[in-house]
């Protein structure tokens, strides 16, 4: 009967050690894995649509989006477009419904870096949302 109490107690602290173990092994956010900085360019209630650029060649930028919803107070989704002379490319990210609490998916589009290019963002929700044009020169660098 000792035997067994001690078993089950053991059996217990190994799992408390477990815990912390399990926890420090948990993936670290995406953007740390993939080496980059995103910036916020918009936000609506708490989420933040985040990007941040690298060269992809000849006059070229790829641009990395994701929607950070850890602080959002509910379902928020974001996009990202590029835009040529003001009309709407196939080139975009959209982020879905991202729930409260989590980062989505990290997207990239391809822009040139000419005149008469910008990126269309948006973030929204629902009910709501909110959306701008950016220029590539307003958006850091990874």
């Known amino acids: 009967m000792m035997t067994t109490k001690r078993a089950i107690g053991a059996a217990i602290a190994a799992s408390f050690l477990l815990i912390p173990t399990h926890a420090a092994s948990a993936a670290p956010d ?11 360019v918009m936000g609506l209630s708490g989420a ?3 990007a941040c650029k690298t060269p992809a060649g000849a006059g070229k930028y790829r641009v990395f989006a994701r929607l950070d919803n850890r602080k959002g107070a509910g ?5 990202v477009r590029v835009l040529n002379k003001g009309e709407a490319t196939k080139r975009k990210f959209n982020s879905g419904l991202v729930k409260k609490g989590r ?13 008469g290019f910008r990126l269309e963002v ?4 629902s009910q709501m949302g909110n959306g701008g044009t950016r220029a590539l020169a307003k958006i850091k660098p990874c």
Do not use: C
Request: aromatic share 6%.
């Open 122 to 125: 948006s973030v929204f929700q």
């Open 48 to 50: 933040q649509l985040q």
């Open 75 to 79: 379902p928020t989704g974001g996009q």
């Open 30 to 40: 995406d953007a740390a894995r993939a080496g980059k900085n995103f910036q916020k």
């Open 103 to 115: 980062i989505s998916r990290v997207g990239s589009v391809v822009i040139a870096n000419k005149p």
